[in-house]
T-cell receptor
Framework: KQEVTQIPAALSVPEGENLVLNCSFT??????LQWFRQDPGKGLTSLLL?????REQTSGRLNASLDKSSGRSTLYIAASQPGDSATYLC????????????FGKGTKLSVKP | GAVVSQHPSWVICKSGTSVKIECRSL??????MFWYRQFPKQSLMLMAT?????????EQGVEKDKFLINHASLTLSTLTVTSAHPEDSSFYIC????????????FGQGTRLTVV
């Protein structure tokens, strides 16, 4: 069964800290992996997309890594800000370019000013 | 980036009535769209895959007669919750992948359905 797990479920940090969110998946035959941000009651905003052949992607203060063989991805957030407070979701795509995404339950991040 | 628009963003309806949710790809064609459901503090769960011009594919446990999906054009898919009950209250969100190799998934804003 293909499952995606995110640890921790919740995280609270003071402003300015660097932090790491973890995502693990049981089936390593992924097509790609995507990190999203979800604000309360809102839709999803795509943050980073990593293809199965890639090791990492960077966008601004965000860096996502992928280790397909061990079934893990991390999202690194540098110099966190209160505006980063949201739920971060990891999703893995299987079955090719039009395949479904399987989501983790997310990590709820709170950055205190 | 590509935009997926979902309407309405929230709706309150009475038990027994039907509610239609629209999902539109605004600047690209989507032969496939996905409909997800999210319960409070839970992750998104795929309900069905909407295919333009053909029948939708439903996930196990999802009643196709209750959640009617129509994908009549390359830019529009609709989800109709028929004979809604309070247990159908949830957050519904659609997604459309781009038809290119990197297939980044784009999501609508979601619809908060409350059945009273």
């Amino acid at each position: 069964k293909q499952e995606v797990t995110q640890i921790p479920a919740a995280l609270s940090v003071p402003e300015g800290e660097n932090l790491v969110l973890n995502c693990s998946f049981t089936d390593s035959a992924i097509y790609n992996l995507q990190w999203f941000r979800q604000d309360p009651g809102k839709g999803l905003t795509s943050l980073l997309l990593i293809q199965s052949s890639q090791r990492e992607q960077t966008s601004g203060r965000l860096n996502a890594s992928l280790d397909k063989s061990s079934g893990r991805s991390t999202l690194y957030i540098a110099a966190s800000q209160p505006g980063d407070s949201a739920t971060y979701l990891c999703a893995v795509r299987y079955g090719g370019s039009q395949g479904n995404l399987i989501f983790g339950k997310g990590t709820k991040l709170s950055v205190k000013p | 980036g590509a935009v997926v628009s979902q309407h309405p963003s929230w709706v309150i309806c009475k038990s027994g009535t039907s509610v239609k949710i629209e999902c539109r790809s605004l600047d690209f064609q989507a032969t496939t769209m996905f409909w997800y459901r999210q319960f409070p503090k839970q992750s998104l769960m795929l309900m069905a895959t909407s295919n333009e011009g053909s029948k939708a594919t439903y996930e196990q446990g999802v009643e196709k007669d209750k959640f009617l999906i129509n994908h009549a054009s390359l830019t529009l898919s609709t989800l109709t919750v028929t004979s809604a009950h309070p247990e159908d209250s949830s957050f519904y969100i659609c997604s459309a992948p781009l038809r290119r190799e990197n297939t980044e998934a784009f999501f609508g804003q979601g619809t908060r359905l409350t059945v009273v």
